[in-house]
Structures are given as structure tokens and as C-alpha cells.
């Protein structure tokens, strides 16, 4: 069993920043993969990056590549979703979620535990 805990979200002009956090109750697994996807409403839940914890390979939709960072903070199990030069088209519920395993990063079927999910709000 792995709880997430996400925060950080808010409401931010075009070209700003913000910083989500994800803390997850332990990281005992070797091949435990964080992944964070956002939903838009009227929208499917989208891949948003994800970050595989024992050799630390981090993967990002083609949308946030160059914008989006993700690092961790191993003695606080914490992820870090660091979102920079955001746009009105970001706007979406935040989830951080996770697995344990091989499989598909990218796919919402492949995550067994998910956050509460953090709104975040982009002004034009």
C-alpha cells in the first residue's frame, strides 16, 4: 500500500510557475514508479511525466517537455512536479499516483495508488 499526499497547486498568470509536491506514506519498492497526470474538464485524464525511483529515469509528455521538471527528495519520499512557463492549456486537476512493476508509464490502467489530485488554475 503506498497513501500520496499532493499540494502545491493554485492559480497562476501565462508564463508563471508553480511547484506541486507529492508525498508518498514509504518508498520500500525497488521498482516503484511515480507518475503524474492532470485532467482538464470535459477532458480524459492525460500522461503528464513519471519518474522510475530505484535508477532514477524520468519520462514527460511531448506537451510539457522543456517546460515541466520532475525531481525527488529520497529522505522526504517526496516527488516534485516543477512547472515553469505555464499556459491557460494547463489548467487541470494535478494526480500524482504510483505502481509497483514492470509496465506502460504512461497509462492510467497501469497505476494502482493515486492522490487526491491539486487543482491548478493558468490565467491568460
Known amino acids: 500500500q503506498v497513501d500520496l499526499e499532493e499540494s502545491g497547486g493554485g492559480l497562476v498568470q501565462a508564463g508563471g510557475s508553480l511547484r506541486l509536491s507529492c508525498a508518498a506514506s514509504?518508498?520500500?519498492?525497488?521498482?516503484?514508479?511515480m507518475g503524474w497526470f492532470r485532467q482538464a474538464p470535459g477532458k480524459e485524464r492525460e500522461f503528464v511525466g513519471a519518474l522510475r525511483w530505484s535508477v532514477g529515469s524520468i519520462y514527460y509528455a511531448d506537451s510539457v517537455k522543456g517546460r515541466f521538471t520532475i525531481t525527488r527528495d529520497s529522505a522526504k519520499n517526496t516527488v516534485y512536479l516543477q512547472m515553469n512557463n505555464l499556459k491557460p492549456e494547463d489548467t487541470a486537476v494535478y494526480y500524482c499516483?504510483?505502481?509497483?512493476?514492470?509496465?506502460?508509464?504512461?497509462?492510467?490502467?497501469?497505476?494502482?495508488?493515486w492522490g487526491q489530485g491539486t487543482q491548478v488554475t493558468v490565467s491568460s
Open positions: 499516483a504510483a505502481y509497483i512493476g514492470g509496465g506502460t508509464y504512461y497509462s492510467t490502467r497501469t497505476y494502482d495508488y
Open positions: 514509504a518508498i520500500t519498492f525497488s521498482n516503484l514508479v
